[in-house]
């Protein structure tokens, strides 16, 4: 089984990791979506998040754009980070199982505002 979690808003990909509303949090086997959760973002401070994934047994995670601290720490739980993912959730998380999704490594390096990652 292999858990794949989305930082989402409105189960859309949102463009920061860490100001998600919630992680939509997929458990696959065999390629295919299994099950759906829905899970509320308990808060963004340093290095809480990555953490928290990987308590919850996670192995990949999707987003828009991540600061590099939180690339390292997942890093170092061996989970893989694709960024630069945009669009449903469920869709993305369909493409990635299907290998069609690649990290654009979009990593955010200002923490001031949400809008400038990416641009």
Known sequence: MLKVAVACENKMVCG???HCETF???E????????QESIPNPGHR???LPNFLHEIGVNTIISGGMGGGAVDIFNGH???VILGA???SRRVVEEYLAGNLASTGSVCHEHAHHDECGE
Do not use: L, S, W
Not at 28 to 35: A, F, L, R, S, Y
């Open 16 to 18: 920061h990791f860490g």
């Open 86 to 88: 945009q669009g449903d």
């Open 46 to 48: 340093p290095g809480f």
């Open 78 to 80: 061996n989970i893989e």
């Open 24 to 26: 939509e949090v997929f």
């Open 28 to 35: 696959t086997e065999n390629g295919k979506i299994v099950n």
